[in-house]
Structures are given as structure tokens and as C-alpha cells.
């Protein structure tokens, strides 16, 4: 249960990393490859905006086999019925599990509940750095 609760903050934290990155064009592009608790993964996070706002977010999170994949989409779907437990509306919110891979998708309203953060006092090139800095590729 910890670890859901881990998973989906981070995943909450990338979304407000990225989504400051808003003078970027209508789409944001961010890669990484993650390796946690022996698990390797690849990350894909797609941000499309809408006069200058997130419109959606998507994250594509590709494992090494379907068994490790099905367990994390176990964890998360965990993990979001603890969100609903604790008063959070989860509508806005989709994740599906094909394969090896694990695609979460928030809506605006999703996105913005699950932040918390007023994207005006995040500075764009202290973002970029600290995604450059934890390895992630920013398009």
C-alpha cells in the first residue's frame, strides 16, 4: 500500500514538474529510464495544453515483462482507491494496463487535484534543470 502511495506521488510530482513547462509549444515531451527497488522501467510523459493550460497529461510507464507490469497497475489502481477513500474525486482519471505497459491520463481537472500547486511560482528553467538533473530528456 506504501508503495502505491509512493507511485502515485511521484507520478504527481512529475505532472507539476512538466506542466510548468507550459511556453513550450502545444505538446511537452519528457523521457526517462527508471530503475527502483529493482524494477527498470521506461517513462514517457505527454502534456498537451490548451490556450496556454494543461488540457491532459498522459505517462506511459513500459516494463521489462506483462507480470511486472500487471503488478504496478495493480499498485496504482490501489492506490487510487485510496485517493477515493480519503474524499478525492478520481473522475478525470484513467489507467490502463496493456502488455508491458501502463498508461495513466488526467484531465485538467484530475491534473489540478492532484498538484496543489500554483504553477505561477514555478520557474520554467529551474524545472528544466531539475529534469535534466534527474535524467529525464525534455522535448
Do not use: P
Not at 529493482?38 to 505517462?59: R, S
Amino acid at each position: 500500500m506504501k508503495k502505491s502511495l509512493k507511485i502515485l506521488a511521484v507520478v504527481a510530482f512529475l505532472f507539476v514538474i512538466l506542466v510548468s513547462l507550459t511556453g513550450c509549444g502545444n505538446k511537452i515531451v519528457a523521457t526517462k529510464e527508471t530503475t527502483e527497488e529493482g524494477i527498470t522501467y521506461k517513462e514517457k510523459v505527454e502534456i498537451k495544453l490548451k490556450d496556454d493550460k494543461v488540457d491532459t497529461v498522459k505517462m506511459t510507464m513500459t516494463f521489462e515483462d506483462k507480470d511486472t507490469a500487471e503488478k504496478m497497475k495493480d499498485q496504482l489502481d490501489q492506490g487510487i482507491a485510496m485517493l477515493k477513500m480519503m474524499g478525492m474525486d478520481s473522475e478525470g482519471i484513467e489507467i490502463e494496463g496493456k502488455g508491458k505497459k501502463i498508461t495513466m491520463k488526467l484531465d485538467a481537472k484530475a491534473f489540478s487535484a492532484l498538484s496543489e500547486v500554483e504553477m505561477e511560482e514555478v520557474s520554467k528553467d529551474a524545472i528544466k534543470k531539475d529534469l535534466e538533473e534527474a535524467g529525464y530528456k525534455v522535448k
